[in-house]
């Protein structure tokens, strides 16, 4: 049974920083991609960034240089750090890994999900 659980959301003002974690269990996730999107009330569920097992990133125009995707293989654990956020930051952000090692960022190519952890900024 696998099982991404994640954790480190809450409630920030604007230009404040979080971390988000994301424990996989159930397999070895080591040589898989790995995950992050968000989705804001009445938006679709839309990419924020990803990492391929040997550190190889990719990450969304509208988060590039405020956050980074990390991830430690030996832990099956994958992170954002999300520093200067903004009000439109606001989302429910959700950790998936892909059944694959190549970077994607369609969700549609995302085999597990987390449940998602709340992040909202204040204005």
């Known amino acids: 049974q696998v099982q991404l659980v994640e954790s480190g959301g809450g409630l920030v003002q604007a230009g404040d920083s979080l971390r988000l974690s994301c424990v996989a269990s159930g397999r070895t996730f080591s040589r898989y991609a790995m995950g992050w999107f968000r989705q804001a009330p009445g938006k679709e569920r839309e990419f924020v960034a990803s990492i391929r097992w040997n550190g190889l990133t990719l990450h969304a125009d509208s988060v590039k240089g405020r956050f980074t995707i990390s991830r430690d293989n030996a832990k099956n654990t994958v992170y954002l750090q999300m520093n200067s956020l903004k009000p439109e930051d606001t989302a429910v952000y959700y950790c998936?890994?892909?059944?694959?090692?190549?970077?994607?960022?369609?969700?549609?190519?995302?085999?597990?999900w987390g449940q998602g952890t709340q992040v909202t900024v204040s204005s």
């Open positions: 998936a890994v892909r059944g694959g090692e190549a970077i994607r960022t369609m969700s549609n190519d995302y085999d597990y």
